[in-house]
């Protein structure tokens, strides 16, 4: 995990708190995900091994397959990594957050109030295909991702193993957001921490 000072430290200073305070043994947990929907005929989710993974296409992966998790929403602050275990380098996957229209079969980022953050080519989409900009650096199998949400900001922001890459969108909707992951690929596999059980970060 990259929950660790820096990260923290970065936190802290968003919302004006001293960023010298003093932690021990930061380390994020990793409850056992619930995901509350998912492209099921794409994608399977592991609760135990907190992984969620694209099928391969002879067991029937069509993209873009979506996983949706159902965050706490009336936290101050969200933070929540994603290892990529299996899959290329770039990786075809887009990380992100929006709100939840009942569909999943999209990229987040490509549909109205979603953000999302592709792995291709480290670019961010903010609602649709025409907001695409550049934004930080390819990712894929080896990197950890960390998407910050400040619901008071209304901003969400990136970490790529543990290196803060900046606000990628403002104006976000505040409530009912939901953490979202898509799958462009076959045979991708992400290990989850979401620590979003409505506790703070154990320090």
Known sequence: SYGQTHILKFLLYEVGLDVNQTCQGQQLLRPAID???????????????????????????????????????????????F???????????????????????????????????????????????????????????????GIIYNPAFATISYTRNGHHLGTAARNVQPGKQVTMIGFGAPGVKVEVNLKDDGKPFEC
């Open 35 to 81: 995901f509350k929907q998912w492209h099921r005929y794409s994608l399977s989710v592991d609760p135990e091994a907190n992984t969620v993974s694209s099928l391969s296409l002879e067991e029937g992966f069509t993209a873009p397959a979506l996983a949706v998790h159902e965050m706490t929403n009336d936290r101050l602050l969200s933070y929540m990594e």
């Open 83 to 145: 290892e990529i275990l299996e899959g290329g380098h770039p990786c075809n996957i887009t990380l992100g957050q929006g709100v939840d229209n009942g569909r999943y079969d999209y990229m987040p980022g490509s549909f109205p109030e979603t953000v999302g953050l592709s792995g291709v080519d480290g670019c961010c989409l903010t609602g649709a295909q025409s907001t695409i900009s550049q934004y930080g650096p390819k990712f894929g199998k080896g990197d950890t991702i």
